[in-house]
Nanobody, 124 residues
Framework: QVQLVESGGGLVQAGGSLRPSCAAS????????MGWFRQAPGKEREFVVA????????YYADSVKGRFTISRDNAKNTVYLQMNSLKPEDTAVYYC?????????????????WGQGTQVTVSS
């Protein structure tokens, strides 16, 4: 069974930065794409960013493009989300997910394993 554990969320002021991470175990990490999704109170879960198996290709939601950067360290079985210039509308629970394929995907149906989430709160 694959296990994904997010950490590194927190409370920051608008304009600040956070770098949550996601540690994976249970199957060959480097074979699969990874993604980050988020869910704000009262809203549906939305795609944030994905990264392919090697880290060479990335796909960002328009709302975070230019502010967030995804990366992965396959030697550590870990994916990171560098979040800069945070806005109050970024406030959400952020979920790490592992896809069924090696190709980065924005559709949550492409992901079969999910972490428990880490809270990110951005104050105005």
């Amino acid at each position: 069974q694959v296990q994904l554990v997010e950490s590194g969320g927190g409370l920051v002021q608008a304009g600040g930065s956070l770098r949550p991470s996601c540690a994976a175990s249970g199957r060959t990490f480097s074979s699969y794409a990874m993604g980050w999704f988020r869910q704000a109170p009262g809203k549906e879960r939305e795609f944030v960013v994905a990264i392919n198996w090697s880290g060479g290709r990335q796909y960002y939601a328009d709302s975070v493009k230019g502010r967030f950067t995804i990366s992965r360290d396959n030697a550590k079985n870990t994916v990171y989300l560098q979040m800069n210039s945070l806005k109050p509308e970024d406030t959400a629970v952020y979920y790490c997910a592992q896809a069924n394929t090696a190709v980065a995907a924005s559709n949550p149906y492409e992901y079969n394993y999910w972490g428990q989430g880490t809270q990110v709160t951005v104050s105005s």
